[in-house]
Each structure stands twice: as C-alpha cells, then as structure tokens.
C-alpha cells in the first residue's frame, strides 16, 4: 500500500482517538484546538490545569479564534455574522474496569464497580465548546453516566465577555451562565475543577463535601464577573435550584429564594511564573426535596473559602502548587427539628 495512505489514514485514525479517548471532567479539547489553531500544551499544563493563556481565553468567554468564518458585512460597515466554520464540537468516552485483591464482604461495598465488571462506558460526553458570537462563546457538556444509567447536563458555562482600555489598563467584563458554582473560575483551586481531575464510581475523595463542591447539576445560576489589568478577579453570582438529570433533585435539597456565590481573586505573572491567592463562598437557604411549602425552619449553609496558586510554565516543562480550606458552618433548623440531623449546628 502507498505510504502516503498509510500516513494518512493513520492520522485520521489518531484524529479520532484524541477527539474521544480523554478523561472526565474537561480536557485540552480539540474543538478549542482547532478554534484558535494552538496545541492543547498553550491553554493547559495537564488536563484540565489552565495556563495564563488558558485562564485569558476563558475570560474572554472562548472566543479567541484563528478559523476561517462565514462571515456576512465587511470591516468598515462591521460584520452581521461571524460564525466559525468548523463547528465545536468533541466528545469522550471513559471505560473502567476494576479488579480487587479478594472479593468484598458485601455486594454494596464496591458501588457499581463489582470486582472483574467492565463498565463501557463509565461515561459518555458531547461538548460544544467554543465561540458562538465575536463576544459570546459556551462550554456545555452533556453526559452518559453508567452509575445512574441516565443522561443529564453536566458541568456547562455560557459566557459573554469583551474587552476595554480604561486609564492605559486592560479590563474584561463579562457576564457567565452556569450550572455548578466554580465551573466558571479558571484556577484549579476550584472545587470544580480540582484533584482529582478523573475517576472511576470508587474514586479518591473524602467522604464528605461542602455546600459548594456538591451543588452541581442541580443549580442554575448567572452573575457578572471583571477581571481588571490582569491582576483583579471578582465576580457574583445569584443560584437557584434546577435539576438537570443524573437522578438529581429527587432527595437533593430545594433553594429557598437565590443562592449568592461571590469570588476575588489577585493574581500576577512574572516571566514563567504565576501567583494566585484569592476567596470564594456561598450563602445558602434549603428544605429537603418534598418538603411542604411555604416554609418555616429552614437550613443555613454558609462557605468560606481561602486558596492559592503557584505556576511555573516554559517551553519544556511546567510545576504547579496548588490548595484550598473551604470552612463551612451549619443552621439546621429544619433537619434537626424533623429528626434529618443528630445536631442543630456544625
């Protein structure tokens, strides 16, 4: 056979492995890839880990772009249209498979991960992620998950964002829908986007977890963010409850009226190096699902988060030192008057 069919049907063969063979939650993405025409190495360190150039061109709500478009007006009249000719488009698949030393005790001691079962898929994802408009740009995953065999909407945020020149300073306002507070921050001290990046149904974590890490896929939330001379990061946003599949909401605690979520952040490059230190934190009223309405006693979640980033990049390798202590306080009128929790307070 020619060697130059050989090449490229092999090339269109590892096309499609890297389009579908990555890991959950968010990776480089081709459909950002093929956007702004850069390797994955230029926005991201290890998935889903940001560069400085990661975190701008999220900011900007994904529309950098170095694609041909269908355009539609001209550049003195300004254009009607501009789309992106290759549509963002990317999927993944995540297969396990789970062997054990000896069988456990009991049935339930694995979850769904029983010794010697493969599960083909784990999960399933579709994106589009990608510019929609010269200012508006989106992330939204729709995912498979076996564990619960139900199709739902996963981590997803749409974003609007431009740039000005005010006093010789750089300053992105923007405008972030999303459906689990932190998706939309870009440092990994997020617990959205914090280790561990993947893992299987008997994956690494502590047993509990805060208000804020937990809330995903069952909110809806939108809020203004600016990020001022590339040194200043705030944001606040407003939740309400919106269950989006996987089995969510049906014990998940209701939203009484809107949830705040707010974030500040400073951050500095110097050469290959970047600093981050910042806060974030929730103030959250709930009942639990089937709970008459209106209300009385209610529980008061409140999270207060501290975290900081350090990031060395160059051409050849790149170290990243990160962490977060997220302190939350506990009211629980509700709960512990109906006998749902062993003390009124935590």
């Known amino acids: 056979m020619d060697s130059k069919i050989i090449r ?11 389009l579908f063979l990555a890991a959950s939650p968010v990776l480089a993405l081709p459909s950002f890839a093929r956007q702004t025409g850069m390797s994955c190495a230029a926005c991201h360190t290890v998935f889903p880990e940001l560069t400085t150039y990661g975190r701008t061109f ?11 478009e269908l355009k539609d007006g001209s550049d003195e009249a300004g254009y009607r249209l501009e789309v992106n000719n290759t549509p963002p488009l990317a999927a993944l698949i995540q297969i396990s498979d789970t062997f054990t030393k000896q069988s456990p005790s009991s049935a339930g001691d694995l979850g769904s991960d029983q010794n010697g079962n493969l599960e083909f898929p784990n999960q399933f994802s579709l994106f589009y992620a990608g510019r929609i408009s010269p200012q508006m740009g989106a992330f939204v995953q729709v995912t498979y998950d076996a564990a619960s065999g139900a199709l739902g909407m996963d981590n997803t945020d749409v974003r609007w964002a431009n740039r000005f020149q005010v006093a010789n300073t750089d300053l992105i306002l923007g405008l972030t829908a999303n459906n ?28 509990g977890m805060t208000q804020v890490e937990s809330l995903g896929g069952n909110v809806a939330g939108v809020g203004p963010y600016l990020f001022w001379n590339q040194l200043l990061y705030v944001e606040i946003s407003a939740y309400r409850s919106a269950p989006q599949g996987f089995g969510a909401g049906a014990a ?20 290959p190096n970047s600093a981050e230190i910042g806060a974030f934190g929730l103030d959250e009223h709930t009942v639990p699902s089937g709970a008459s309405l209106p209300i009385g006693p209610q529980d008061h979640f409140t999270d207060l988060a501290l975290d900081a980033q350090y990031q060395y990049v160059d051409k050849t390798s790149a170290f990243t030192l990160k962490g977060s ?22």
């Open 8 to 18: 490229k049907a092999l090339g269109a063969w590892l096309g499609a492995a890297g």
């Open 58 to 68: 999220k900011l900007n709500g994904y529309t950098t772009t170095n694609t041909d």
């Open 180 to 207: 689990n507070p932190t998706v939309q921050d870009v440092f990994n001290t997020a617990p959205a986007w914090s280790f561990p990046y993947a893992g299987n149904n008997t994956g690494f974590g502590a047993p």
């Open 252 to 271: 998940y605690p209701v939203e009484l009226g809107f949830t705040p979520y707010w974030r500040v952040a400073l951050t500095q490059d110097f050469g």
């Open 325 to 346: 202590c997220i302190w939350e306080d506990q009211t629980l009128d509700y709960s512990n008057g109906n006998g749902l929790a062993s003390n009124p307070t935590n």
